[in-house]
């Protein structure tokens, strides 16, 4: 969907459908997003700390105390057993698993000023394909647009990141004039035969249209992974747009409204103000992360470490 004041034209193109070349470009933005320090927390600042951190180390076993040994590492409540100092052992933990589920559905076409949420959406997902490249975790998509699910198992090669972005530039073309409104929970559903063990797993979608259904299969995710829900919006979604009369345009057709109404004014607000408490309260239930992203500020930024 385009929004555009009535009496203007929308002559450019650009933010409409992401490329495959601005995929690539995500790689540029790795550097402001340091392995050394936090992300804010905050859900205006993507806090994903916790996923993209540096290698992970895990207790491999418990022995004497050498000579040399780290003290940090040694094992009071053994040592204090024992009579003589044991020592933690760990091992490098073995690479994690990255899952992106992009929701490219009806709604996601969308924007007003910089892009559609569909292409913001789509840059997030090249970018976090970039950092599990970086940390060498294994990276996969399932990408839905509304009817069908196209998956990407996890891996960690650059060959698959690209097949990735290739689809992604595909379907993101495809949704300008043949998009569809299912239900996310189907994507979701279908995880569970392909995500295998524990991972990470981030849901790109405004979450519209977000029932009891759908937040249940977030809840079956987050039992064996860790689930970041980053809700993507224009900010003509949280503040209705000044009085006057506007266009939207959407699968080709066009309709035409006044926005200066006090009782628009009030229903628009109090609708997306309902749909983020809803997203909110849901994910505190189910210890997700909530993230909020907007299409008109650059991505990195509100991913930006401290």
Known sequence: MLFFKKDKKQNDKSGLAVTVPELIEQQRYLPYLS???DFLTSDRAGDVKSAFKGRGIELEEVRSYNFGDDIRDID????????EPFTKVYSEEKDRVITVVLDLSATMVFGTKKELKSVTASKIAALLGWLSLRNKDRFGILIYDGKNSDYF?????????????????????????DSSSGKLSEALNS????????GTVFILSDFYHFDDEQFKSIALLAKNNR???????????????PAGDYKAAYNGQEVEFYSGSVKFRQEYQNYFAQNRENIRKN????????IEIRTDMPIFKQLRLM
């Open 35 to 37: 392995r050394n320090h």
């Open 76 to 83: 009071w409540r053994i040592t204090a057993r024992k009579s």
């Open 153 to 177: 198992k996890p891996q960690g090669s650059i060959k698959n990141l690209m097949s990735v972005f290739n689809k992604i530039a595909e379907t993101g073309k495809k949704i300008l004039s």
């Open 191 to 198: 995880l569970k035969y392909y995500q295998k063990g524990q």
């Open 227 to 241: 689930v970041y829900c980053v809700k993507i919006f224009d900010v003509l979604e949280e503040i209705a747009p």
């Open 283 to 290: 994910c505190q239930k189910f210890l997700c992360k909530y």
